[in-house]
């Protein structure tokens, strides 16, 4: 299955609303409105449905698009075959953040693959982070770009666009204006 990284749109204005009036952290409770990486539960057996994944025996290919800014990702593991292709996305994404983090996945991955097969040349959880951050090394928030296209009626639409500026770098704009 292919899928796209873009999920959590709706909800993250939401919970980014919600932080900003949380009190503040103590030695009890810290409030995040996103789940932060958290590479070192590769490490460990998740227990989903019936199955138990090793998830240090992940792999990965890796597509890199410095145009779009997002690297294209197949995620492998040996026991994908036989699992259902649901279970197989839910521990994809699982997987990817808490490798990358939720804002980190939905910043810089495109399309997200699930893979039955051995990808050749296989990355490691390692490469994605280096290709992740290489993107975000190149990253200019000054650079703009000009689109133009028609819209459903013929009429010509013109838009500038910050390159490489996701929604997610601002979750609480989320609303706009059309003119």
């Known amino acids: ?44 057996i998740l227990e989903i449905g019936k199955a138990r994944v090793d998830l240090s025996k992940t792999l990965f290919s890796l597509q890199s698009d410095v145009n779009r800014m997002r690297v294209d990702v197949g995620v492998y593991h040996p026991q994908f075959g036989a699992l259902q ?30 893979l039955t097969a051995l990808p050749t040349p296989s990355a490691t959880p390692d490469d994605v982070v280096a290709a992740v951050a290489g993107l975000a090394e190149q990253r200019n928030l000054d650079e703009w770009v000009l689109v133009k296209w028609a819209d459903t009626d013929g009429y ?20 706009h204006l059309t003119v």
């Open 1 to 44: 299955m292919t899928v796209s990284a873009g999920g959590q749109a709706a909800l993250r204005p939401l919970a980014e609303r919600w932080l900003r009036a949380a009190p503040p952290a103590d030695a009890t409770w810290e409030f995040r409105a996103s789940q932060e990486a958290e590479p070192s539960a590769l490490s460990n």
């Open 85 to 114: 292709e649901e279970v197989r996305t839910q521990i994809s994404f699982l997987v990817l953040d808490w490798l990358l983090g939720e804002d980190d996945v939905e910043r810089w991955l495109g399309v997200i693959e699930t």
């Open 156 to 175: 010509p639409v013109i838009a500038s666009f910050r390159k490489g500026l996701r929604w997610n770098d601002f979750p609480t704009l989320d609303q």
